[in-house]
């Protein structure tokens, strides 16, 4: 069904702009004493939509505004979680920005102009709607890294993520447009029916365009070798704004891949598989290696971010169902447990200091039993070690690769994830076998521990019965293509 | 026997028992422990009572989809070699949970949790019949062990839990690969369907080996063994025994349940690698042992050298064959392995208690430090030089039964086999006896030993159990061997078939 004006489809989207700049007045208006009316109208604001976009699951794959915007089962299940994840950080955030004193307004409108900006990613059907999704989301967080004006550090990770995000933008954007000279379209099925008609890899143009495309997605995935602004600016940003920039935007990395590549140019696999072979190889040894070396919890999850990310780009460079479905359900499960992960960091950072170095685990377990367990149950899920849902998320990679014909890949990933297992073992070794360095209460707010809790079940319990959301990742992507 | 899901309950009760401990806090943590865990072993006892010893089929079956994607089933079953050593894992769980007591002042809450937990997910690895879901278990396993060595540790836990966990995960993975190849070629997990999958030479050889790297670290053969002596040294007793006397097993099962089966004709090719692994244990390990300063490193390093016996023992059949035409000896020398995998976890387990012991009163493992024992400590001496001599494979203990079948079906393969894992019985009997005339004979060493107390009631309790089951094993093995025998003799017929493709 190919509708001009079928506004009713983008109804979630077009809450989501109103409810926005309404919390956006609001806050002008109420002022600094009632600021928890705009942090609930924001969870409200976000918690409408999920009911918007979930209402139209199972529905057929449904486009309109002349086929730029795409509505299908992969897009619902993608803006659910990105939706859900975003109202998690904002729970977690609240008691950090409030004793910061950054417990603005901004915060919220600037996110969820950020998580419109997703939406609009995961929707997108043409290049040029991917790409507006991707600024709004870019600009968005380029400013929220720079949410602590008067912090050097954030200043300066704001810089560097506005530089290098703006030239991977612009990388993205060339590739975009010499796409477009060729296929003289900016409609992906325009672009498909035209690399359909090609030899890729015997058009010299075309793998050019589609090398600067790789290259765009490769900045915004943060995979090696372009991912030298992950560990600085998860380093340098508040750590709500990290537990953002490391979990929801990867969903939309994912769908805009997933749009590019597959809707638009999937009869050119030939090409883009040789080149993610490297990135993701790459991805896997330095992201684990580096985050060895590292003493800054964030940057060690930075780095392990990066070799996640590698793990995505091997399920997608199978090229076949089964592993965008495992790609899908990766990435998925690695925002929620990366989600709980960054929330330990905030319990530890209590006020004026920065939980920032692994010492600061130390003891945990002496400190609050419940939370060291958490963050062991986080920690062990991304290392991969069943009954947790981080080992099955990278069975159905594994399995994916294998299918493809990639056996060699498969235990480069495996040994990388051994390598991995170290560096994860450090910090449960920190919070369960050191003693505590200092004593200081850690209590957090109801909402906070509950919500916390329900990310540890969320771990364990996908962990035991993954068979459902694997399920709907597969129908996801079975219909969608 | 379909009416209640034992296997599932002797998964699930023991993990649902940790749980409930850690919430019953540490004061009421014991007693609840000590509940679950004979509860545990009552409920694992009509697995024995019920089996059908003249079946090879898996019996106590539960079967449900669990995750339809790929096609994992939780999938459950026992045959004669998983039955007893599921009965051997919730008996041994009990006396841990005895003798840690008194002996753990530290969280005993979570300790005891952690061994529970580790009991439930141990009794899983037995029990699955879906590779994946064996596998689920096999990793699993990991973590609680993970903790319990570095939490109750030695001074030197951190490097030994971490070098535990780095060893066994990296034999895993590549493990984990061969499983997801063996899928994709067949379309199923079921290990059973996985026994009738054909495979070519190449992917078989590459899939043992693969098999060999897993349960190779977990046995632990040599050269893969150098993280048991560091485990063992700085784990707490109860995770030094759990270690010794179930874990190790694992290993031992995963060649009788994958190795074998799975890939027999790469199992034929590369038996002279596995052979010659075995008898370097057992010849070169042993003499290892015999220079060793710490207790528990001499009991460690005499666990790889016992266990260098079951591998032997298991990948004989091929050798057996070839020099006699029939395979009636290599369910000997099959069976040797399982009895001396049971025995094994019986003797190693009470000699480990046993250093607990001695440990608990002194704090120091060093053989220097002792001397005399038997002057201040009577009682406890009658048990340690039982164990010693069912150690060095005394007739009438349970050591006896295995090492001298294996031996006995060695000589139908090869002289020289026979003969160098013969020379375990004198070397063998060189470092446990070296051990006992230190430790328990000769004059009152010093003021420390002349203090000690003999053991207690709590401690006389689980020493007299093991050494009963001890003696009951070397006296009156029959009953062991029968449960076994055909699902051994499965097993043999299995191995000795080939999977190649275009044969047949």
Do not use: D, L, R
């Given at each position: 069904m190919d509708s001009v004006m079928n506004f009713a489809l983008a109804t979630p989207e077009m809450f989501l702009l109103a409810a926005t700049c309404f919390i956006l007045l609001l806050d002008v208006f109420l002022g600094e004493k009632c600021r928890t009316i705009g942090y609930i109208a924001a969870l409200g604001a976000l918690l409408t939509t999920v009911f918007l976009v979930v209402s139209s699951y199972g529905a057929d794959k449904t486009e309109a505004f002349n086929g730029m915007f795409v509505s299908d089962n992969m897009s619902v299940v993608l803006k659910t979680s990105v939706l859900l994840i975003v109202m998690g950080i904002f729970v977690y955030a609240r008691p950090y920005l409030i004793d910061r004193k950054i417990f603005k307004g901004e915060f919220y409108s600037l996110s969820l102009f950020a998580t419109l900006g997703m939406l609009i990613m995961i929707s997108a059907n043409t290049m040029l709607v991917i790409y507006l999704g991707l600024e709004l989301l870019s600009l968005s967080l380029y400013a929220l890294v720079a949410f602590r004006r008067d912090d050097g550090r954030g200043s300066e990770a704001a810089m560097k993520y506005f530089v290098l995000g703006a030239i991977a933008s612009g990388m993205l954007l060339y590739g975009m447009s010499i796409l477009y000279g060729l296929s003289g379209s900016i409609d992906l099925k325009g672009v498909a029916s035209y690399v359909a008609s090609q030899d890729i890899m015997s058009n010299l143009v075309l793998l050019f365009g589609l090398t600067f495309i790789i290259v765009g997605l490769g900045f915004k995935f943060g995979?090696?070798?372009?991912?030298?602004?992950v560990p600085d600016v998860y380093q340098g940003s508040p750590t709500p704004i990290t537990m953002f920039l490391g979990s929801a935007p990867k969903l939309a990395a994912f769908a805009m891949t997933m749009r590019l590549l597959v809707s638009g140019m999937e009869f050119g696999s030939m090409g883009w598989q040789q080149m993610l072979i490297p990135l993701a190889v790459l991805s896997l040894v330095v992201g684990n290696i580096a985050a060895i070396a590292q003493t800054n919890i964030k940057r060690m999850l930075a780095y392990s971010t990066i070799s996640h990310m590698g793990f995505v780009l091997l399920g997608i460079l199978g090229a076949s169902e089964p592993g965008y479905s495992a790609a899908m359900f990766y990435v998925i499960t690695y925002a929620i447990t990366a989600l709980g992960g960054f929330a330990i960091i905030i319990i530890l950072s209590h006020s004026g200091v920065e939980a920032e170095n692994l010492d600061d685990l130390r003891g945990l377990n002496d400190r609050h039993p419940w939370y060291a367990f958490m963050m062991l149950l986080f920690m062990f899920s991304m290392a991969g070690v069943p009954p947790l849902v981080g080992f099955y998320a990278k069975l159905a990679i594994l399995q994916s690769v294998v299918q493809a014909g990639f056996v060699w890949l498969a235990v480069l990933a495996v040994v990388m994830s051994v390598v991995g297992a170290f560096y994860y073992l450090r910090a449960v070794k920190l919070m369960y076998f050191d003693k505590p360095i200092q004593d200081e209460l850690l209590r957090m707010g109801t909402g906070f521990n509950a919500l916390l809790t329900t990310n540890g079940f969320l771990v364990i319990a996908l962990g035991l019965f993954p068979g459902f959301l694997m399920a709907l990742c597969v129908e996801a992507i079975r219909v969608s293509l | 026997m379909d009416g209640w899901a034992i296997l599932s309950l002797l998964i699930w009760l023991p993990i649902l028992g940790g749980l409930i401990v850690l919430v019953a806090g540490d004061k009421l943590s014991r007693p609840v422990a000590l509940i679950f865990s004979v509860l545990t072993f009552v409920v694992s006892l009509p697995l024995w009572t019920g089996f059908d010893a003249s079946s090879y089929l898996m019996q106590f079956e539960e079967k449900h989809v669990w995750i339809d994607t790929f096609n994992i089933n939780y999938y459950l079953g026992v045959d004669g070699i998983a039955m007893p050593l599921i009965i051997l894992n919730t008996f041994i769980t009990v006396l841990i949970v005895i003798a840690g007591w008194e002996v753990i002042k530290k969280k005993p809450a979570q300790y005891m949790a952690a061994f529970l937990i580790m009991e439930g997910i141990i009794n899983g690895v037995f029990a699955a019949q879906d590779a994946m879901l064996f596998y689920i278990f096999f990793e699993a396993m990991l973590i609680p062990m993970f903790l319990v060595i570095g939490v109750w540790g030695g001074v030197n836990r951190v490097y030994a839990t971490i070098k535990f966990f780095l060893y066994t995960f990296f034999g895993s993975v590549f493990m984990l690969i061969s499983l997801i190849y063996m899928y994709n070629q067949g379309g199923s997990f079921a290990i059973a369907d996985m026994y009738n999958l054909k495979l070519g030479m190449t992917a078989q050889i590459l899939i043992f080996l693969s098999f060999l790297i897993a349960f190779g670290v977990k046995v632990p053969m040599w050269p893969v063994h150098t993280w048991l002596p560091d485990a063992h040294v700085e784990a707490p007793t109860g995770g030094s025994v759990i270690l010794a006397a179930i874990m190790l097993k694992i290993g031992g099962y995963g060649f009788l349940r994958f190795s074998l089966p799975m890939v027999p004709d790469a199992a034929r090719e590369l038996t002279w690698l596995v052979i010659f692994m075995s008898l370097t244990a057992v010849v070169y390990i042993g003499f290892v042992a015999l220079v060793q300063k710490d207790m528990k490193k001499l009991v460690a390093y005499s666990s790889i050298a016992h266990m260098g016996f079951v591998t032997l023992g298991f990948f004989l059949v091929y050798a057996i064959y070839n020099n006699t035409g029939s395979y009636e000896g290599s369910v000997l020398a099959m069976q040797g392995g399982m009895v001396q995998m049971v025995s094994h976890g019986f003797i190693s387990g009470a000699m480990f208690l046993c250093i607990g012991v001695l440990y608990d009163r002194m704090h120091t493992r060093e053989i220097d430090a002792y001397g005399g024992v038997a002057n201040t400590m009577p009682i406890f001496t009658a048990f340690f030089v039982l164990f010693a001599m069912a150690n060095t494979g005394l007739p009438g203990t349970s050591g006896f039964v295995g090492e001298f079948m294996v031996i006995l079906a060695s000589f139908k393969a090869n002289f020289w086999i026979a003969f160098l894992a013969a020379t375990t019985l004198i070397v063998g009997a060189g470092y446990t006896l070296w051990l006992v005339k230190r430790?328990?004979?000769?004059?009152?060493?010093n003021d420390q030993v002349a203090m000690l107390q003999d053991i207690n009631k709590r401690e006389f309790t689980f020493l007299a159990v093991l050494a009963f089951a001890v003696l009951l094993v070397g006296l009156w093995p029959q009953p062991l061997i029968h449960v076994m025998e055909a699902t051994i003799v499965h097993i043999v017929d299995l191995a000795t078939q080939t999977k190649l493709p275009g044969v047949n």
């Open positions: 995979v090696a070798p372009f991912h030298m602004w | 430790v328990i004979f000769g004059g009152v060493a």
